[in-house]
């Protein structure tokens, strides 16, 4: 594993994708021990690359030893669709994660999928809201203890697309996205939601986010992910195959 500082947050390599799940997953593990007092709230990512941090979760030693009573699992984005369309990243979690382990099914925090998708915004923002116990972020304060985060080939993470209005959107916690080049009509957390977080992760994988990650390291304006902060620190978490320096 190799280790540096940049501008955009740590940025930790590791050979290939099996070490750097299994550091993710060992470090959530420590963090949400650690945390001995109340809830441990995460913000988790779709798509594909987290897929084998779900299952690992769902696995020995990590099933028994994560204090599912106590976490509280939200989502950074999902695409606007029922929970059991096989692209709903919600159904996908569940699929490998919570049907899996002891977590209370009021701990789960899925983003509707029907209705229209902006009453589907406001209302996970409400529910957010709640769950923070103010309408307004206070300094310091975090709303989640991580937020896990993923990055698109073209430089999106949660459903921040590039060029999208949604970009500028500095007041409310959570809005909507109809991409131009991607599937579904989207539900995401904003920027200003995002930085609300004690720790914010990158998870990348793969030579074809690459470029992607050059660019957010060189804080290319038209990169979505360029833009990310977090009221705690930023990290990265790459396989060998995705990182510049490789
Ligand atoms: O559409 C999405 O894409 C990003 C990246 O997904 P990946 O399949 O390239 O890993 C993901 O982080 C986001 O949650 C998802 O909705």
């Known amino acids: 594993m190799a280790g540096q500082d940049t501008r955009t947050g740590s940025v930790s390599v590791f050979a290939d994708r099996e070490e750097a799940t299994r550091h993710l997953a060992d ?16 913000a988790l990512s779709g798509g594909s690359t987290p897929q084998s941090l779900y299952s690992l979760m769902a696995t020995e030693p990590y099933a028994s030893r994560f204090p599912w009573a106590r976490m509280q699992f939200f989502l950074g984005d999902d ?10 990243n919600f ?7 919570f049907s899996r382990v002891p977590v209370p099914a009021e701990n789960l925090h899925p983003m509707p999928g029907v209705g229209t998708a902006e009453d589907a915004a406001r209302s996970y923002e409400t529910r957010l ?9 206070e300094a310091d304060r975090p709303l989640f203890d ?14 921040l697309f590039p060029g999208q209005p949604v970009l500028k ?14 599937p579904y009509t989207r539900i995401t957390l904003t920027y200003p939601a ?21 660019k ?7 990169c979505p992910a360029s833009a990310i902060t977090a009221m705690g620190d930023l990290r990265w978490v790459l396989d060998r195959a995705a990182s510049p320096d490789a």
Request: charged share 20%; proline share 5%; with cysteine.
């Open 146 to 159: 991580v937020n896990l985060l993923g990055l698109g080939s073209d430089g999106h993470t949660a459903s």
């Open 169 to 182: 959107e500095q007041t409310a916690w959570v809005a909507t996205c109809v991409p131009p080049a991607a």
């Open 79 to 88: 695409r606007f669709l029922p929970h059991d369309h096989e692209d709903s």
């Open 91 to 97: 159904g996908m979690m569940h699929r490998l994660l």
């Open 129 to 137: 809201k709640q769950f923070y116990g103010a309408d307004t972020f």
């Open 216 to 222: 957010v390291r060189a804080q290319d304006p038209s």
């Open 194 to 214: 995002i930085h609300a977080s004690r720790h914010v992760v990158f998870l990348v994988e793969g030579a074809g986010k690459k470029e992607a990650v050059a």
């Open 27 to 42: 470090w959530l593990l420590q963090l949400a021990t650690e945390k001995n007092e109340g809830p441990f709230a995460l």
